[in-house]
């Protein structure tokens, strides 16, 4: 767990005097189980639960549920989906959108592909 916080911190995903409570681990674990798929992309591999206000700004929201989005780490359409929607790129960013940006993002990829050639007038 100590690992765990360095790394956050290294990457600016919390700040170093913001210690986890005690109760995080079971709360994240009750939200993987209720929301298991990634909000943007809907995939399963490499959860993350993310927090929509975030936990280094305001440290009371962090056992909220309704301050958790579950995010992926899986890069399955080529990109981080923890990190391009839920922190604009930069895990030091915040998106204040984040909850509808996923959405929009959910929609998008569940539209199917129209070929390339069905878009060329021949």
């Known amino acids: ?24 681990p079971n709360v994240r674990k009750k939200h993987l189980e209720k929301f298991p798929t990634c909000a943007v992309c809907s995939g399963t591999k490499k959860i993350e639960v993310h927090h929509i206000q975030p936990f280094n700004q ?4 962090e056992l909220n549920f309704n301050n958790l989005i579950s995010l992926c780490e899986d890069k399955s359409y080529g990109v981080c989906c923890h990190l391009f929607v839920g922190h604009l790129g930069n895990y030091k960013n915040i998106n204040p959108n984040v909850v509808n940006d996923s959405k929009v993002w959910n929609d998008k990829l569940k539209i199917k592909a129209v070929p390339h050639s069905d878009l060329v007038d021949e």
């Open 1 to 24: 767990m100590i690992l765990k916080h360095v790394k956050d911190v290294i990457q600016g995903k919390t700040s170093l005097n913001k210690k986890r409570s005690s109760k995080w």
């Open 58 to 61: 305001k440290p009371e929201l």
